[in-house]
């Protein structure tokens, strides 16, 4: 029904900055909470940031501060600024959402991840 798809990974050195993208699309309604999950190899998953539709925000202590949140609603994209990354920034990231289909709603949605790779 609906797919999301990360970008904007990479390979960066610490102190730089990357910003990762997510779009979602297929027959989507309207998507509201939006959210970013990373996780390192071996560890569990662990929740980075949560934007709602309106705008409001939360971000983990970890990365308060450095990464930020938003969204474009009209584009179905949500996007993670990452700024001072550090070599514990790296892992895969992944967008999640609850999205209101024609037909269903799917909360948590996932999609499939982007690396990130910070070096000192």
């Known amino acids: 029904q609906v797919q999301l798809v990360e970008s904007g990974g990479g390979l960066v050195q610490a102190g730089e900055s990357l910003r990762l993208s997510c779009v979602a699309s297929?027959?989507?309604?309207?998507?509201?909470?939006r959210r970013w999950y990373r996780q390192a190899p071996g560890k569990q998953r662990e929740w980075v940031a949560t934007?709602?539709?309106?705008?409001?925000?939360n971000d983990a202590v970890s990365v308060k501060g450095r990464f930020a949140i938003s969204r474009d609603n009209a584009k179905n994209t949500v996007y993670l600024q990452m700024n001072s990354l550090k070599r514990e920034d790296t892992g895969v990231y992944f967008c999640?959402?609850?999205?209101?289909?024609?037909?269903?709603?799917?909360?948590?949605?996932w999609g499939q991840g982007t690396q990130v790779t910070v070096s000192s």
């Open positions: 999640n959402a609850d999205i209101m289909t024609t037909s269903i709603y799917e909360p948590y949605h």
């Open positions: 297929g027959s989507i309604v309207s998507v509201n909470a």
């Open positions: 934007i709602t539709r309106g705008g409001d925000t």
